[in-house]
């Protein structure tokens, strides 16, 4: 992914859209008509250069068996930064046995040259075969964005062919080419000059070399000149009589959206057929089995996943592993996802203690739970069943004893784990997105054990909602539009009584993940949500409690994984906590007084194990109101921080929690 521009100000943050909830029967009519889903299983580190990174990049298998690695390379930035694109010069070359490595560092494939028609930078090579020759397309910039080839005969060995580029285009990058018929078909990333969107467009030819004049596939809604490309690295395949069409950075930096059509050169926002947690994805089939790759700029070399086709859509996990809250005892209760969907439960010894007993097994489900507590004082947990094809729910039966009922079916087939909201007489409400993200439904409490129907309350959205509750009470609740081409909120207007239309005008484009959301120490609602594809953190302000809305403005540039996770101190000042893509900078942000400005951001990931943190951490707070943040390894293992006091800016030294290995959440997006 190479940006044009960084987003340093708010007012691209105006489209408007809508969150209208689909007529009746849509949500069921495209579950029916759906053909297969697209997921991925965890992904692992198969190739680390060292000090230089790999981004988009493509995979080939020679004939001897032997597995060819091509990309974009450069030294890697400080922590945290973006690394700058002029400097990718090279194009890195490794070779391995398998996909899964071990993979060996060879010579650059080639160097820029600045005599060959004005070459500026070498990106996103995509390498194939055609009668015993191979030809690299790749991205040469240059005046008019060049597109550019080279062949070879060896994979080793590459010459530029002289009548030098294809052809130009506005910002043309990211090659991808498939023979599709009696055909060529070259996808790639560009502006329509037209309208000025970021879309996937195309040319055709019989021969490589020759190429037809461009036409477009798939357009997004955001433009140039409210985000950066979330368009790039064309990928498409065709399974099962369906043609699957990857790009991204979508759901942030690290994240690929998947889209469904049956014809090859024609896809649709609303045609969303999944997601793989990995960057710059290139699809692979070896052997039966189908890979993704993926590589990025703050990355640590190639990852692989193993691709699933399945028949139901992926879910959005938890952006965070555990969920945590205090318990009717004061004690904080931990629940995570482990191995194989094993749902754990840790409960602290004693209150403000730090200490937690053993994990212990909880349930089955298919993500992180949310866990709230009820107007009984009862803990209840809510997660999708491992598929996702129904919403679960488990209840502390006596929050004296700590004694628990057998989990329930509580709904029919979910998207995420639901967003919970209190009304002021305690009672909850679920808010559950829909399968692939089709609507969100809502459930009411109408007794300690009783609750009303489903019913639909909008949608479709681009990732799980978020609900805040104002000063008065009112609950509002936040989501993002189909690719986060818009932010919508929707409120009650009056305290536990009816809703108001959605608003889709509240803000956007922003990244396809859920908003993360606070309460200054007046009451004032704070909505939080990254940038398209995480340039920087977004920051939006209630002017008066309960009231109306400042304008957007920038809260860090720091590129974030996910929203921030968001917590007050005792204090009444709001502490944010975010992590960049790769895990390599995490970094803490607060209130410099309540209801005031913002400090600068500090780091806060001195002295953790492995260097690295999977996903922006969990933030939760001990009885005495000291915070706590729960963070992973890339391995899985449990780490916590808290607070040397309620309120402080000092941190106790980062500690393992539990011996037990968790699950990695994908950050965000649905896998």
Known sequence: M??????????????????????????????????????AD??????DPGTRYLNDHTVIKAPDGTWHLFGITAQRAPDGQ???????????????????????????????????????????????????????FYAAGGNGAAMNLATSTDLNHWTRIPSGPLFRGIAARDPYV???????????????????HHVVAYRTSTDLVHWSGQSIAFTDPSMDSNAPSNTESPFVVRHNGSWYLF??????????????????????????AGHVPVHAAEVVEDGGTWWATGAGSFEHGLYLAKLRWQATPPLWPSTANPSSTVDARHRLQLFALGAGHTVLRAVETAPDSGNFGAWQPFGVAGTVPSVVTDRAGRLEVLAPNADGTALLRRVQTDPATDAWGAWTTFGPAVGA??????????????????????????????????WSDWQQFGGPAG?????????????????????????????????????????????????????????????????????PVGTGTAQRVQAVPSGGWFDWRQLSGT??????????????????????????????????????????????????????????????????????????????????????????STWTPWKPLGGTALAIPSCGGAT
């Open 2 to 39: 190479r940006p044009r521009w960084v987003l340093t100000g708010l007012a691209a943050l105006t489209l408007v859209g809508a969150m209208t909830a689909p007529a009746a029967g849509q949500a069921a009519a495209t579950q029916a008509s759906a053909v297969e889903w697209v997921g």
């Open 42 to 47: 965890p992904v692992h580190l198969v190739y």
């Open 82 to 136: 973006f690394p700058d694109g002029g400097l990718e010069v090279n194009i890195a070359h490794a070779t391995a046995p398998a996909l899964a490595g071990p993979w060996t560092t060879q010579p650059y494939a080639l160097t820029v040259d600045p005599d060959y028609f004005g070459e500026a930078h070498l990106w996103a090579p995509h390498v194939i075969a055609d009668n015993g020759t191979y030809y690299m």
């Open 178 to 196: 498939v023979r599709i018929g009696d055909q060529w078909v070259m996808y790639y990333c560009e502006i329509n000059g037209a309208d000025h």
């Open 247 to 272: 790009i991204g950075p979508r759901g942030g930096y690290v994240g690929t959206d998947v889209f469904r059509s049956s014809d090859p050169l024609h896809f649709d926002l609303a045609d969303y």
């Open 417 to 450: 784990p639901p967003a919970t909201g209190k009304y002021p007489d305690g009672r909850l409400a679920v808010f559950a997105l829909g399968p692939g993200g089709n609507a969100i439904n809502v459930r009411v409490q109408t007794g300690t054990d009783t």
């Open 463 to 531: 990732a799980p909602p978020v609900v805040g509750t104002n000063a008065d009470g009112r609950l509002e609740v936040f989501a993002v539009g189909p690719g986060g081409a818009y932010v919508a909120h929707r409120w009650q207007n009056t305290p536990g009584g009816d809703w108001s239309a959605w608003d889709g005008g509240f803000g956007g484009p922003a990244a396809a993940v859920a908003p993360s959301v606070g309460n200054d120490a007046d009451g004032r609602l704070e909505v939080f949500i990254p940038h």
């Open 559 to 648: 590129w974030p994984d996910a929203s921030p996770a968001v917590r007050r101190d005792t204090d009444g000042r709001l502490e944010t906590f975010f992590l960049s893509p790769g895990g390599d900078y995490l970094a803490r942000k607060a209130q410099a007084s309540p209801n005031g400005t913002w400090s600068p951001e500090q780091r806060i990931d001195d002295g953790f194990p492995a260097g690295q943190v999977a996903c922006t951490p969990a933030v939760t707070a001990e009885a005495d109101g000291r915070l706590v943040l729960l963070a992973l390894t890339p391995n899985g293992a449990l780490q916590r921080r808290t607070q040397s006091a309620p309120s402080s």
